[in-house]
């Protein structure tokens, strides 16, 4: 299970990277851009990565991870913290900050 402090410690590990108020969540941000969202319950991490590591993260680990909708539209994943893995999620916060950057 991932927690927040994990989440956080994820993040701070991503050079440049800060954490602001984004309405009822918190947002993760690289250059003004935001590459993740939370909840302050840490109920779930939205990762905003590209379509291709998405439908791969999808495949590999359909109950650990959902997509993220924005309208009609899918905009990123969202992982569970009680099914995903601590390094999965690292490394999908690490590409998602830099596809922002």
């Known amino acids: 299970m ?3 402090s994990d989440i956080r410690h994820m ?4 050079e440049d990277a800060t954490e602001e108020p984004h309405h009822h969540l918190t947002s993760f941000r690289i250059n003004g851009k935001i590459f993740a969202t939370m909840p302050a319950d840490a109920s779930f ?3 905003f990565v590209n379509e291709q590591e998405r439908e791969a993260m999808l495949g590999m680990h359909p109950n650990a991870y959902e997509k993220v909708w924005w309208g009609k539209k899918v905009i990123g994943i ?3 913290p009680e099914k995903a893995q601590k390094e999965d ?3 999908l916060l690490k590409i998602a900050c830099q596809d922002k950057s």
């Not at 993040?11 to 991503?14: D, N």
């Open 2 to 4: 991932i927690c927040a």
């Open 11 to 14: 993040i701070a590990s991503l």
């Open 45 to 47: 991490l939205n990762i």
């Open 78 to 80: 969202r992982a569970l």
């Open 89 to 91: 999620v690292a490394r």
